[in-house]
């Protein structure tokens, strides 16, 4: 890798995002973060990520919205999105679905809780 590629972290759990971010800078990727979709879509506009984490769930513009968003950009649609879902838990509590799932362009998904290490690989494998 030879420019230090830049990842946007987006998901309202602050915890979370400081989480991956000290595991990404760890593997020396420059990162980026936003706490809610339309954050989100602003940072992606004007830094370009090579690669957005990005929750489903959150305020304001939920992940499903902006990844459809980002994909149906012309100048957005390269990003690699990969989901963070703990949906398949909430859905029948939530407004969200498993056709929502199933129907979005990210480029890939894991499911919350999160497992740290099995997301830098999957980072890793859209990075190289």
């Known amino acids: 890798m030879s420019e230090k590629q830049l990842i946007l972290v987006v998901d309202d759990d602050p915890d979370l995002v ?3 971010s000290m595991k ?3 593997l020396e990727y420059r990162v980026a ?3 809610d979709g339309e954050e989100a879509m602003e940072k992606i506009k004007e830094e370009k990520p090579d690669l957005i984490i990005l929750d489903v769930m959150m305020p304001r513009k939920n992940g ?3 990844c459809d968003e980002i994909k149906n950009n012309d100048d957005l649609k390269d990003i690699i999105v ?3 879902t703990a949906v398949a ?3 029948k509590t939530t407004s969200y679905t498993h056709q929502d799932g199933k129907t979005t362009l990210a480029d890939d998904y894991i499911a919350k809780p999160i497992d740290l290490d099995k997301l830098m690989e999957i980072v890793q494998d859209h990075c190289e």
């Open 64 to 66: 499903w919205e902006a």
């Open 89 to 91: 838990d909430s859905v």
């Open 24 to 26: 990404l800078e760890a």
């Open 18 to 20: 400081e989480a991956v």
């Open 33 to 35: 973060k936003a706490y």
């Open 82 to 84: 990969v989901m963070l």
